[in-house]
């Protein structure tokens, strides 16, 4: 089940890489896979609560407890990554609209449209699409580091016993 949940994450890990070399996936891919993130976070948090039911311990506090330096660090460094991500693409990549056979980006002060060229236009999407899968990916990850915590501690929990 998780290397199944492994697949949305990947492809949005797959889209974030291939966009800061200026490839634009097809938006069918990156809204699917936005989808299964969100369906992984919903896994992850059913399985949480499940953990909660069961032990009557809460499934933040026991990794809390466990979290060790390594995991620690690398959840760190994502959410460094993530910030830089969606501060730097948003700003970047902008609010941009086709309309008319023109290309428009929004002036952020006076929140009016711009007119840019369709250059400008494309080379502002694969910013844009970083900055909108972002939030997805997070949430992927969370449910699958929820999904592999509580059923790591289950399995725990239930080797305690019989032992």
Request: aromatic share 16%; glycine share 8%.
């Amino acid at each position: 089940m998780k290397y199944l949940m492994m697949i949305p994450i990947l492809g949005l890990v797959s889209i974030q890489a291939v966009t800061w070399f200026g490839v634009l996936p097809p938006v069918y891919i990156s809204l699917c896979m936005s989808i299964g993130c969100v369906f992984v976070f919903l896994v992850g948090l059913f399985s949480a609560k499940s953990y909660e039911n069961r032990s009557g311990v809460s499934l933040g506090e026991k990794i809390l407890e466990n979290l060790s330096i390594k995991p620690f660090l690398a959840g760190f460094m994502l959410v460094v990554y993530f910030f830089f991500n969606f501060f730097y693409s948003s700003s970047v990549g902008g609010n941009t609209k086709f309309e008319g056979g023109k290309y428009f980006a929004l002036q952020e002060p006076s929140k009016e449209y711009y007119e840019i060229t369709e250059a400008e236009y494309i080379q502002r999407q694969p910013h844009r699409l970083r900055a909108m899968t972002g939030h997805p990916l997070i949430f992927g990850i969370a449910g699958f580091v929820m999904f592999c915590a509580s059923r790591s501690f289950m399995r725990n929990a239930k080797s305690d016993v019989s032992s």
